[in-house]
């Protein structure tokens, strides 16, 4: 053939394609053209329209069904959001959970690795709304809970003479006679803030305020009787025990007597552990002397030692002051709330066996003086008491627990 031939068929053949070229992309991009499921339904006279309409709602809720209770975001996106037909009935609904399962993505990468319980409660047990990632937090919560479970000494059945065995004060309410007791367990240390904050932020309950010394291992103060009686049933629900106190009316309290739960150690209960399980010693750290180096209390000198502490709780533990049985704190540092209602004369009528002290009163027992006390305020014998209610910078509690 010839070139010039040649030349002119190349010619049309390029003409040709010209002009076929936006033809094609206008028939392809109509061909590719999403449905649109609402102009179909349109189209339609009213019967059939409602049928077509019904089948559309019948796909989408089963293209929602198959995500609404996913907590990935992406899923939801990719097989609802992308591909619903209209009316897309459910989108609103979709883009909330997105919303919601991204939030609470970001709520658990702030507190995931915290081993604080109040962020762990109110930064992502109080906040979160699809909660995806609740029972990893509940199992950090109660791994907390579990290390800050009281630990307990037991101590054996037996007798004593309670009261002022030296006679020291010639008071009438310390009188001394014999009390019987069974076995029973006692808090190894006071009470501390670490263990009453815990119990404050699960129950939405407000902390008490802690005179700028701190908190953690220091022992609770500010907390009144009622306080103190409300922690020993939490923490035997959360220990899965017997509560102990039965609220009445009129804010009556009633003690079940062989509940295996927390609850506060009676009076005798008190002086017993004190006294190093009963036996003749002037001070809760198992001597007859007490040194501000070794006890909590209010003593500018004692026994010719000056003292430089400030004046305020310390750490429980943190002094030498326990007994032979491992007991810490029972003289000074702060005092403490015991079950018993007060009567100077109780002593005078009180049963032998397991006293649990007068039917009824207006105040309750504190015993153990504390951190802003003398020594005679600090002696395993010393009686004090205080209205229920009372909440004290200088007063906390124990906790006991029947055998």
Known sequence: ???????????????LLVAFYPLHNRLSSQTTKPVDSLQIVASFDGY?????????IKVDYDKWAKVRFSDNALIIRYLYLQHCQPPCLFRDSAEWLIASIEFDDALFQYVKESNDPEALKKKYLDMCSVCKFKKIIEGNLQNIINERKPRMVTLKEGSYRMGDTFNRLHKKEENPHRVVLKSFLIGKYEVTFREYDLFCILTNKAKPINEAWGRDLLPV???SWLDAIQFCNWRSKIDKLDTV???????????EHNANGYRLPTEAEWEYAARDQGQNFLYGNGTNKI???LVNFLDSISHGELSERPVGPVSVGSL???NSIGLYDFSGNVAEWCWDWYDETYYWYSPQNNPMGPKEGLERVVRGGGFDQGADK???FNRNF????AQIKNLGFRLAKNL
């Open 48 to 56: 059939n329209q409602k049928k077509l309409m019904d089948s559309l």
């Open 1 to 15: 053939m010839p070139l010039y031939d040649v030349f002119n068929l190349l010619k049309k053949f390029f003409v």
């Open 386 to 389: 205080q209205i229920p209610s």
């Open 378 to 380: 600090c002696t395993v």
């Open 320 to 322: 030498t002051s326990w």
């Open 221 to 223: 103060t500010n907390v």
């Open 245 to 255: 106190y039965v609220f009445g009316a009129f804010g009556n309290v009633e003690m």
């Open 291 to 293: 040194y501000t180096r």
